[in-house]
């Protein structure tokens, strides 16, 4: 079964759109995304479920001896 490429894009100006940008680039780790978006980690976790849900593939990124993730659109 092939998988589907196509990517559902949130409406432009809404904060899902501002959490896709903040994933862009280098990313961001979820407390930078909370405080950008004024939200708590669990609803920023589940806004990232949600565009997974539309084709958004999001990459953990852990380095060795961080405290915490950096989470980033992955490239293609």
Do not use: C
């Amino acid at each position: 079964m092939s998988k589907s490429t196509s990517i559902n894009a949130p409406q432009a100006g809404s904060k899902l759109a501002a959490l896709v940008r903040g994933l862009g680039g280098k990313g961001a780790t979820l407390r930078a995304l909370g405080k950008q978006l004024g939200w708590q980690s669990h609803t920023v976790r589940a806004a990232m479920t949600r565009l997974r849900q539309r084709g958004y593939e999001i990459e953990r990124i852990r380095k060795p001896g961080a405290v915490s993730s950096t989470y980033r659109l992955k490239r293609s």
